[in-house]
């Protein structure tokens, strides 16, 4: 029995090529590492529903579970606002920790959501946050919920004033 060349074990099992370039290999690198951020995402969640069911943050001495976002775990306000509300929100709605775990729903479009969602837009609004981007989401919510001011959109002017 012959050893079959390299070649034809490529052809007869179609390998995938290992990458040639070095934007390849970043790109892969960075593929790999985007995975691992949203599964330590979805781990930290988990986490914060667990201290915030058992109000955890204030036996650590924080007022609430954004206060223990931000000062305990470092995190920035934008980082702690989105997993607070969530976390917060998820109680009620575990679908929401859910998705996310599955990789079926970013946290920036849960965070628009958990602002508004009930019993009975529970499904809509889940379906459209799966489905759009967050900008378009903004202006889904907008249209349906005037009265909610999207607070990353609030840019702060002085002490007494705020523009949108």
Same mark, same amino acid.
């Given at each position: 029995?012959?050893?079959?060349?390299?070649?034809?074990?490529?052809?007869?099992?179609?390998?995938?090529?290992?990458?040639?370039?070095?934007?390849?290999?970043?790109?892969?690198?960075?593929?790999?590492?985007?995975?691992?951020?949203?599964? !330590?995402?979805?781990?930290?969640?988990?986490?914060?529903?667990?201290?915030?069911?058992?109000?955890?943050?204030?036996?650590?001495?924080?007022?609430?579970?954004?206060?223990?976002?931000?000062?305990?775990?470092?995190?920035?306000?934008?980082?702690?606002?989105?997993? !607070?509300?969530?976390?917060?929100?998820? &109680?009620?709605?575990?679908?929401?920790?859910?998705?996310?775990?599955?990789?079926?729903?970013?946290? !920036?479009?849960?965070?628009?959501?958990?602002?508004?969602?009930?019993? &009975?837009?529970?499904?809509?609004?889940?379906?459209?946050?799966?489905?759009?981007?967050?900008?378009?989401? &903004?202006? +889904?919510?907008?249209?349906?919920?005037? &009265?909610?001011?999207?607070?990353?959109?609030?840019?702060?002017?002085?002490?007494?004033?705020? +523009?949108?």
């Amino acid at each position: 029995m012959r050893p079959i060349p390299a070649q034809e074990l490529e052809s007869l099992f179609e390998f995938q090529k290992p990458p040639t370039s070095k934007i390849e290999q970043l790109h892969l690198k960075a593929i790999e590492r985007a995975k691992a951020f949203r599964t !330590s995402e979805a781990e930290l969640l988990e986490i914060l529903c667990d201290i915030n069911r058992i109000q955890g943050f204030r036996a650590l001495g924080y007022k609430n579970l954004h206060t223990y976002c931000t000062l305990g775990l470092k995190l920035t306000d934008a980082q702690a606002y989105s997993l !607070s509300q969530v976390a917060i929100k998820s &109680e009620n709605f575990p679908e929401i920790k859910e998705l996310i775990e599955e990789q079926k729903l970013h946290l !920036s479009n849960a965070s628009q959501i958990a602002r508004v969602i009930t019993l &009975e837009n529970k499904e809509e609004l889940l379906e459209k946050a799966q489905s759009l981007s967050k900008r378009e989401l &903004e202006y +889904e919510i907008k249209k349906t919920h005037p &009265e909610v001011i999207l607070k990353e959109k609030l840019k702060v002017i002085s002490a007494s004033q705020s +523009e949108i």
